[in-house]
């Protein structure tokens, strides 16, 4: 069997997982959108290419990146927060077509739990998702096109990423009056994120939606005060006597039933 993956998107999360699959023995080759991160991963040995996906097309090898690959990880984010009105299904559905083209047969989408409502209240794979931003709109109209893809495709919807660097806490620290402190936090750690990853790869678990989120959830008041403190910084300050509001608390079925998956890294 043939053991290259490439990876569509070797950024923050896309990186180590290249390097954690190379030392399970797996050829990789990598997208950047930067053609000057393309060179610097060149340099490291790393078989790379700069590739941009646009309303317009694909710009960049697309072929040479897909050639001969078992499978294709997609870890493009939509960037859709920056409310930029980007049609990022369109770009999507370029890459789909180049996925088909190429003749790769399998996919890992990953996506993220804001294809869930905020109001969904506790929801698994079995829960359909009713989307109510853009981007989760969106990343749920994207998945159901891959899942529908003539090859086999996996999405992981991944909670708020942290690990390293990123630290959400670090962005509230010091604020005030923020919504939300009776809600559940839906996180997980980067380790985690390829943990998951490349027991996919690894068990050929195609076909599937899992959701990756730590299964505990304390609410985000205590948490982040707790991250704060830990952290020296000024903790954030939440609104309060909105504790009867619901919000969605998101869970895997799929891990510990499919993967047999056991979390490495805690909250």
Not at 79 to 108: F, Q, W, Y
Not at 239 to 245: C, L, N, Q, R, Y
């Amino acid at each position: 069997m043939n053991n290259k993956i490439a990876i569509a998107g070797m950024g923050w999360l896309g990186l180590p997982l290249a390097q954690k699959l190379q030392l399970l023995g797996y050829r990789v080759s990598g997208s950047v959108t930067r053609l000057e991160k393309a060179h610097q991963l060149q340099q490291n040995g790393w078989d790379v290419y700069p590739i941009t996906l646009s309303e317009d097309g694909i710009k960049g090898p697309i072929d040479a990146l897909l050639s001969d690959a078992e499978a294709v990880v997609v870890l493009i984010p939509p960037g859709l927060r920056r409310n930029t009105g980007s049609d990022h299904v369109l770009k999507m559905s370029h890459l789909l077509e180049a996925i088909v083209r190429s003749g790769v047969p399998n996919c890992l989408l990953v996506s993220s739990i804001s294809v869930y409502g905020q109001e969904q209240g506790a929801v698994d794979e079995s829960v359909r998702p009713k989307p109510e931003t853009e981007a989760g709109r969106q990343l749920f109209q994207i998945e159901q096109l891959f899942m529908n893809a003539p090859f086999k495709s996996t999405v992981i919807r991944f909670g708020g990423l942290f690990g390293g660097s990123r630290q959400p806490v670090r962005y509230l620290a010091g604020r005030s009056d923020l919504a939300g402190g009776s809600a559940p936090v839906n996180l997980i750690h980067r380790d985690d994120c390829l943990g998951i990853m490349s027991e996919v790869i690894k068990q050929q678990a195609w076909g599937h939606i899992i959701n990756g989120v730590y299964p505990e959830h304390p609410v985000k008041a205590l948490y982040y005060a707790r991250k704060a403190e830990e952290l020296n910084l000024e903790p954030p300050k939440f609104e309060t006597g909105k504790s009867a509001e619901i919000f969605k608390k998101v869970d895997s079925i799929q891990l510990p039933s499919l993967l047999n998956y056991r979390y490495s890294r805690s909250l």
